[in-house]
């Protein structure tokens, strides 16, 4: 999956796509918490992964 959307967000079948991401950081009583994403954005399509 990840090699099809490394060709997919490089050109490689046509016009290249928009990548996306992001990180999330949260402070709570229950200590600090980390989050993030990646995606691709091609027209009103997105793809992404959360971790």
């Known amino acids: 999956m990840l ?3 490394a060709l997919t967000a490089c050109g490689v ?3 290249p796509v928009q990548p996306s991401g992001g990180v999330n950081v ?3 009583n229950n200590g600090l918490g980390l989050g993030a994403n990646v ?5 009103p399509v997105s793809v992404g992964l959360g971790l």
Request: glycine share 22%.
């Open 3 to 5: 090699v099809a959307l």
């Open 13 to 15: 079948d046509g016009e």
């Open 39 to 43: 995606g691709v954005v091609r027209g």
């Open 26 to 28: 949260t402070l709570s």
